[in-house]
């Protein structure tokens, strides 16, 4: 029975689709009490006073002064040995507000209309102090520089040297459920159960516990169903740590719910950066060398994620090309503007914007074809495993297995056959501006050191496992019982997964960078197997003969050539209860196993996007009229759902590249605090995407061979996007800075570059 | 003194007596004073569609409406759809088509095109399913599979 590759209906649907999901504000506890979060209107300035309201009852309004001194959110991963400390954020402002939307104080009440109700009277005194918004003036918190090889000779021997600047602009995930959080208290032992930490919570129980100082077994975070994560939620927040220590303090249940209004400034941003790119080719438009100098915009504080965006966006800019010299330069700075994380292909979704129009620029210099420019650069499956001398997130950069130019091809045929070159054709014929572009990437996924997992057989046969993986909604569930099953030969159906509960998974790593499938995956087969040889083990003392004379087969364990010989792995699960006479004496208790699984390097998926895209030179608008990925996932646990995260990623890249903005005024005021300002992509403004996955390059590093499908869809959009505008208007230069909104069209067509 | 009020709704067919404050969402008073928490709250200023439930057999905004409005009203939430664990042809063309995948858009999406489906009497183009579509948001899905999911009920119901 083969579980792995079958497009199974998710486990997560009939919940879902029945309203019966378990989200974390679809909890109530009984005399919980609502906290509100009251934020600072003004971008910089000195905190003076905060005052409660006259008739506001005693305690209901919690400043820094209550909290224990010099609480500040710890970096979860340190990179480059940069230390941070300086610039992480307090959890309630103290002397200082650095940015519209920072947390100066809680307002708690019975009831979350009443919260509101108070906390829109707290007064805030803010001495004002000037507002940087400009990149460049901001302070510098860290820089950095990544790369290899002679880049200066590499440039004073080319024949061609393109240099494009870039920028990207600020967005961010937007999940459509906003953050939440309810912390219920034992109040004989102050144990707290934590409800709505999903995505690292193992990680954030212990930056809790030590927060608290108290011992991690004593917090109970709890998986629940989660409105989309994509980076930035669950992770840890100047409330995920209010919540918890009000209802220690309180003895009593909090329960806190964003608005879209607070998410909009309050949870993490991404990706704006300035880039200045170039590169060096000889006479035949091959690659001598790339150089990338680029200006980071952070926001007020270093949050959770540190600078792994930066050091992400230098290591991987060099893509799947064959780059002989590299060099990049980032600045990382701080202005008042929210704070930043991760997004979705964090660093690659900038840096292949900007490679690829790089190549798009030079291709048009050379006289060359933009398809065949890139195929002559990038790396081939003999080339491959090949290292870069450079880490990203501690690990050295070896680029796993590939054909990219492999896929490339398959990518341009697929297009054509789809009529998408013959359309560009008719529709230019008819006087539209339209146009094609392409773009080459890789991605990265499967970041360990390690992920753990436990398999247990009931008494009934039914499986549960307990990973340390997180449900996103990116069916992790199923993928993880399509693997279960496929290891035990037993019917997906009786396996259930648990995710992300840290009491019965303590070890979990969270679902983040593409690696849940990968690394979770992984351990999750291991510990699978482990039962099954258990079973097996077990078996042949109940049907008494040798090991070797057994196979698995549909759910039971059976004498091979002896039909009827057999044992079910519910009957060895009784076996294995304390008592039974197959249970010796030493032995533990029980069908189960716990398993570790740990990676050396990353595995490294890639991919081609296609774009076809009709502008309205009037109104600057641009239509996606055609969309394709094409995406080698190593293999596919269930196509479907790789599929389904290539959409969702195509959608939120159309987002970023056309769309989605946050801006700010000189005074440091967000522009963009409703769905009104922030416009996320609806069905009308996408097309029907095509999606071809690919399963030619299975990861040596795993015992699946998978790779991570979470980010593809996303990473290459803003440069095929780009790119395609850039074809549609002519243009010689670069498209010059995404989301490139109806206004910057316009803009570049009255410039006419 | 509060502002309270008495009311009496119908959800899913089960009848409903409740006092709530005048200024109480539909989408709270349906969420936490009934316990009907599929319908979701994803932005409470009207535009991403997760709160929408059928008010009388429109599709409304519950976030939009306050509790007091629908006072003697019938409403139907996504827990209304199935028949028991049965899933309605909407929601199995939903799994079906990987038309969800957090699902926190789901039942917004669900009730939206419960409502159109049922004033069709043709076949929609992809276009017409996605221009209606488009009142709602879902950040993960790319819409692709809701789209597809919606066209053949269509079809289905259609014969
Ligand atoms: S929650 Fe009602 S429209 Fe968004
Ligand atoms: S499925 Fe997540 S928002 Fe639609």
């Known amino acids: 029975m083969t579980s792995i590759g079958e497009r199974l209906p998710r486990k997560e649907d009939p919940r879902l689709l029945r309203g019966l999901g378990r989200f974390c504000d679809d909890q109530d506890r009984a005399g919980q009490v609502w906290m509100r979060v009251v934020r600072s209107p003004i971008a910089h300035g000195r905190l003076v006073e905060v005052r409660k309201p006259g008739s506001a009852p005693g305690g209901s309004v919690v400043t820094a002064r209550d909290l224990p001194p010099g609480l500040r959110i710890p970096v979860r991963l340190t990179v480059q040995g940069i230390d941070l400390t300086e610039y992480l954020q307090p959890v309630l402002a103290a002397d200082e507000v650095r940015y519209v939307g920072e947390p100066v104080a809680v307002v708690l009440a019975d009831d979350p209309y009443e919260a509101e109700d108070i906390a829109e009277r707290v007064e805030v005194d803010i001495d004002e102090l000037p507002v940087t918004v400009d990149t460049a003036s901001g302070t510098k918190a860290a820089e950095f520089e990544l790369g290899y090889g002679p880049v200066e000779s590499a440039f004073a021997q080319a024949a061609h040297v393109v240099t494009v600047e870039f920028d990207v602009g600020r967005h961010s995930a937007v999940p459509l459920e906003p953050r939440a959080l309810l912390a219920d208290v034992d109040p004989a032992t102050g144990a707290l159960r934590i409800f709505g930490m999903t995505k690292v919570p193992v990680f954030n129980r212990d930056v809790l516990a030590g927060m608290l100082g108290v011992d991690e077994n004593l917090i109970h975070v709890h998986a629940m169903d989660t409105g989309g994560g994509f980076g930035v939620r669950g992770e840890f927040y100047p409330e995920d740590f209010l919540v918890p220590w009000l209802a220690r303090k309180l003895r009593r249940p909090v329960k806190w719910v964003e608005d879209r209004a607070e998410h909009l400034v309050a949870a993490n941003h991404s990706r704006q950066q300035r880039h200045v790119a170039s590169a060096a080719f000889d006479e035949n438009g091959t690659l001598l060398g790339l150089k990338d100098d680029v200006l980071h915009d952070n926001g007020a504080y270093a949050r959770t994620h540190g600078i792994i965006v930066p050091e992400l966006t230098l290591a991987m800019l060099p893509g799947p090309y064959r780059v002989p010299a590299f060099h990049g330069r980032i600045q990382v700075m701080l202005t008042n503007k929210t704070p930043c994380g991760t997004y979705r292909a964090p660093g690659r979704f900038e840096g292949t914007s900007v490679r690829e129009q790089l190549f798009d620029v030079a291709a048009d210099r050379m006289g060359i074809d933009r398809v065949e420019l890139r195929r002559r650069n990038l790396l081939t499956a003999d080339e491959l495993p090949h290292t870069r001398a450079m880490s990203t997130l501690g690990t050295d950069v070896v680029l796993d297995s590939g054909d990219y130019a492999g896929l490339l091809d398959k990518a341009m045929v697929e297009a054509d056959r789809l009529g998408y070159r013959s359309q560009l054709e008719s529709l230019r014929e008819r006087g ?101 040889e258990r079973a097996i083990q077990l078996a042949s003392r109940m049907l008494e003969v040798s090991e070797d004379d057994l196979e698995v087969a549909a759910g039971t364990i059976r004498v091979k050539g002896a039909p009827g010989m057999s044992v079910s792995y519910a009957e060895v699960a009784t076996a294995c209860r304390p008592g039974s006479p197959h249970l010796r004496n030493d032995e533990p208790a029980g069908l189960s196993a716990r398993r570790r699984f740990e990676v050396e390097h990353m595995t490294y998926p890639y991919g081609v996007h296609l774009a076809l895209v009709d502008v309205d030179t009037g109104t600057g608008h641009v239509k996606v009229l055609r969309y394709l990925v094409a995406y080698d996932v190593g293999r596919a646990i269930n196509p479907t759902l790789v599929e389904g995260q290539l959409l969702g990623g195509v959608a939120q890249g159309v987002g970023g590249a056309l769309l989605e903005e946050f801006r700010y005024d000189d005074a440091g005021q967000p ?41 593809g869809g996303v990473t290459a959009a803003g440069a095929s996007i780009a790119g395609a505008i850039r074809d549609a208007l002519g243009l010689t230069g670069p498209v010059g800075r995404l989301p490139m909104t109806a206004e910057r069209v316009r803009g570049l067509i009255e410039e006419g570059t | 003194m509060k502002d309270i009020h008495l009311i009496a709704l119908a959800v899913n067919g089960n009848e409903h007596e409740i006092v709530v404050e005048s200024r109480r969402t539909l989408a709270d008073v349906l969420r936490h004073d009934l316990g009907y928490t599929g319908t979701h709250v994803g932005c409470e200023h009207g535009i991403c569609g997760a709160c929408t439930v059928l008010l009388d057999g429109e599709p409304v905004r519950s976030c939009l409406v306050f509790g007091v409005q629908a006072d003697g009203c019938e409403v139907r939430t996504v827990e209304g759809l199935a028949d028991g664990e049965e899933l309605s042809d909407l929601q199995k063309a939903f799994s079906r088509c990987h038309g969800l995948q957090c699902g926190f858009c789901t039942p917004g ?10 004033e069709q009497d043709t076949v929609p183009d992809e276009a017409e399913v996605r221009e209606v579509l488009a009142a709602n948001l879902c950040r993960c899905t790319g819409y692709q599979g809701i789209v597809e999911a919606v066209r053949q009920v269509a079809e289905e119901r259609m014969g």
Request: hydrophobic share 45%; net charge negative; charged share 15%.
């Open chain 1, 432 to 532: 539209h501006s339209a146009g094609l572009g392409v773009a080459v990437f890789l991605e990265k996924s499967g970041l360990g050191p390690q992920e753990t997992a436990d398999v247990v057989v009931g008494t009934s046969g039914e499986v549960r496992v307990h990973s340390g993986g997180t449900s996103l909604g990116q069916g992790i569930e199923t993928v993880l019982a399509q693997v279960t099953a496929d290891a035990l030969a037993v019917d997906p159906a009786v396996v259930t997964v648990v995710n992300g509960d840290t009491v019965l998974q303590p070890f979990g790593g969270g679902s983040w960078a593409s690696r849940s499938t990968v690394v979770g995956g992984s351990a999750v087969h291991k510990a699978a197997l482990a039962v099954r």
């Open chain 1, 671 to 711: 522009q963009a605090v409703t769905f009104m300002d922030y416009q996320l992509p609806t069905a009308a403004e996408l097309p029907h995407i095509d999606i071809l996955v690919a399963q030619d390059a299975p990861a040596p590093g795993n015992p699946l061979g998978v790779k991570g499908a979470g980010e």
């Open chain 2, 109 to 118: 999406f669900l009730m939206l095109s419960e409502a159109y489906l049922s």
